[in-house]
């Protein structure tokens, strides 16, 4: 050991434990499991903020009636959006509380209020980013395309917005996001300038691609990439969710960029 370094030790003996880790050998396979490591590493696996407790409202076989209760959420200041859940019906979430207690007691003041009927509040470990972590195993990125997939042919629209900030088009790559725990903005410009920008070579399953479809260089459209140059998206409020190609002359030549999140 070097003069100086022999000094600092006898000195200052810890100065030596913030030292060492520089040369030492890398972890192998038999090395016992670093629960701090795992914990940065699930921390780094995303630029976006995981959602925390969220409340649910509602299970609506008319699409309208969750359209409904979405705009009456949204006019009272509180941001919602609904989904198609697994079960075929319709069903809408709000919130991102740090605590189990401050979603029920939020969504306990609607209900006094009339505003909503029975909720369940969804815990934060329900997601599938918190699921895939905690089991080591699961592809994020598939479960995000499986969800926008739930929407193929459906009118996708949100009541009481207009789709000048690309709001619809946004909704359903939002919706896609928060459904599996990741909290993506909500309309396209936030999204994009939320985003790691990619090239088109670099996209895969799950990543954002943004289109200026109004103003040259403006995002105001957005879709979900779901592999082999093709993209999921709402084209505008009524249409049905359809899937695209990137490659079609239209989106091509409007194309602005990718974005990545994990």
């Known amino acids: 050991m070097p003069p100086f370094f022999r000094r600092c030790a006898l000195q200052f003996p810890f100065i030596l434990l913030l030292v060492l880790p520089l040369s030492a050998p890398a972890i192998n396979a038999t090395d016992p499991p670093d629960p701090i490591g ?20 509602g299970a609506f076989a008319n699409l309208d009636n969750a359209v409904r209760l979405d705009s009456d959420l949204d006019r009272r200041g509180i941001e919602s959006f ?7 019906l319709y069903k809408v979430r709000f919130g991102n509380f740090k605590e189990w207690r401050e979603a029920q007691a939020q969504a306990a003041r ?14 934060p470990q329900e997601y599938a980013i918190a699921r895939i972590d905690q089991a080591h195993s699961g592809d994020l990125r598939n479960e995000l395309v499986q969800t926008a997939l739930r929407y193929l042919g459906i009118p996708y629209r949100w009541g009481g917005t207009t789709d000048e900030d690309g709001f619809d088009c946004s909704g359903l790559t939002m919706v896609s996001y928060r459904l599996n725990g990741l909290n993506l903005p909500r309309v396209s410009q936030q999204q994009y300038n939320a985003g790691q920008a990619i090239s088109k070579e670099e ?50 030549d409007r194309f602005l960029g990718a974005r990545s999140y994990f």
């Open 38 to 57: 795992e914990l940065l590493n699930a921390i780094i696996a995303s630029s976006l903020p995981r959602l925390g407790y969220t409340i649910q409202v």
């Open 110 to 123: 609607l209900k006094e209020q009339g505003v909503i009927a029975d909720f369940y509040i969804v815990a």
């Open 82 to 88: 609904y989904f198609r859940h697994d079960s075929g």
């Open 203 to 252: 996209l895969r399953l799950g990543d954002l691609v943004f289109f200026a479809t109004r103003k040259k260089g403006i995002v105001s459209h957005v879709g979900l990439y779901i592999g082999e140059n093709r993209f999921i998206h709402a084209p505008r409020t009524g249409e049905n969710v359809q899937i695209e190609s990137l490659l079609h002359p239209y989106y091509s």
